[in-house]
């Protein structure tokens, strides 16, 4: 029996142990031990790594969590979920931002972010979703990423929105952002949201199915006035984002999105967009948890948003006809 060491840091860093070694002797030949040219460099290589414009190299882990929730306008009031099994620093950054932990669950097998303990986790003051790669193991991004663009990220978003145009779109990867250039030309002083509807849905019948429904419902159900509610390609004034609430936490988010949007006045355009089919990945709404959530969630918002007001107005009308 071999016995394999838990951590072997000296092993994995063998075969690059002269040029660590050369560099380390070229800062302390220096003398600049804070920022200096190395540090610049070191930026420049990373962000073309990472195919980004720029990157910023800071103190430590922590100070670089913290520092990208900051950047979010994430504070004191939201939440930020992570993993349970992470390390403490991780808490200690979302604590250090003014925010909420929230931990969820991890997969037995790799002890990476749990996707459905992640959506049982996303409440309506979730302000974003950290995820630790731990042990060599990737988290499922992509699952991740599809859970955290619904619900109460997506009300995140809203709040966080700091510019003078939000672009909200799926993770799916179906829709194409270089559409979004005739979006922006549409943008204008007369316009608060320019609204995608799908030129053809690239998806199975059954989806096809479902999202008819889902758009019929909306459409008839809370009066939406545009073509294609189930389209979520929509750009949407920056003023007017910042100042919606959303309660609802699944599919239900972009009915009361654009819900809201009519009742504060919104004025629309819409504009066609492409579809295409999906190339990886498997859908994270198109399950029968996520699918009954909707329902469930569809319904409430109804009597909620909709029942109650008419309700009332039979009621004034009742009162006012009386002799």
């Not at 672009?167 to 829709?175: A, E, K, L, N, V």
């Not at 609430?245 to 355009?269: I, M, N, T």
């Not at 469930?296 to 004034?316: S, T, V």
């Amino acid at each position: 029996m071999v016995e394999v060491p838990f951590v072997d840091l000296g092993r994995a860093v063998a075969a690059e142990r002269a040029a660590l070694n050369a560099a380390f002797a070229g800062v302390l030949r220096s003398g600049r031990f804070v920022l200096s040219e190395q540090v610049e460099g070191f930026e420049r290589e990373l962000a073309r790594a990472c195919d980004a414009r720029e990157a910023i190299g800071v103190a430590s882990g922590t100070d670089a969590i913290e520092l990208a929730l900051r950047a979010l306008g994430i504070g004191r009031g939201d939440e930020v979920v992570t993993q349970a099994n992470t390390c403490v620093p991780t808490v200690a950054a979302i604590e250090r931002a003014g925010a909420t932990p929230v931990l969820c669950d991890v997969e037995p097998a790799a002890a990476t972010m749990d996707p459905a303990s992640l959506e049982g986790a996303i409440g309506p003051r979730c302000a974003a979703v950290v995820p630790v790669h731990l042990y060599g193991q990737i988290g499922d991004i992509e699952a991740i990423v599809a859970i955290a663009d619904r619900g109460g990220a997506l009300a995140s978003v809203l709040r966080c929105a700091r510019g003078e145009w939000l672009f909200y779109t799926d993770g799916d990867g179906q829709y194409d952002p270089e559409e979004l250039v005739r979006a922006v030309a549409l943008a204008g002083p007369d316009v608060d949201v320019v609204q995608g509807y799908k030129r053809g849905r690239a998806d199975p019948w059954i989806r096809r199915l479902v999202g008819g429904a889902y758009s019929f419902v909306a459409r008839v159900g809370f009066g939406l006035r545009i073509r294609d509610p189930d389209c979520d390609f929509r750009l949407i004034r920056g003023e007017l984002a910042r100042g919606i609430r959303l309660d609802s936490e699944s599919g239900a988010a972009p009915v009361e999105l654009v819900w809201r949007l009519q009742e504060a006045g919104a004025r629309f355009v819409e504009t066609e967009v492409g579809h295409f089919a999906r190339h990886s990945g498997n859908s994270q709404f198109f399950t029968f948890r996520s699918v009954s959530r909707t329902i469930a969630d569809i319904i409430r918002l109804w009597l909620e948003l909709i029942a109650r007001r008419r309700l009332r107005r039979a009621a004034d009308w009742w009162r006012t006809a009386q002799p």
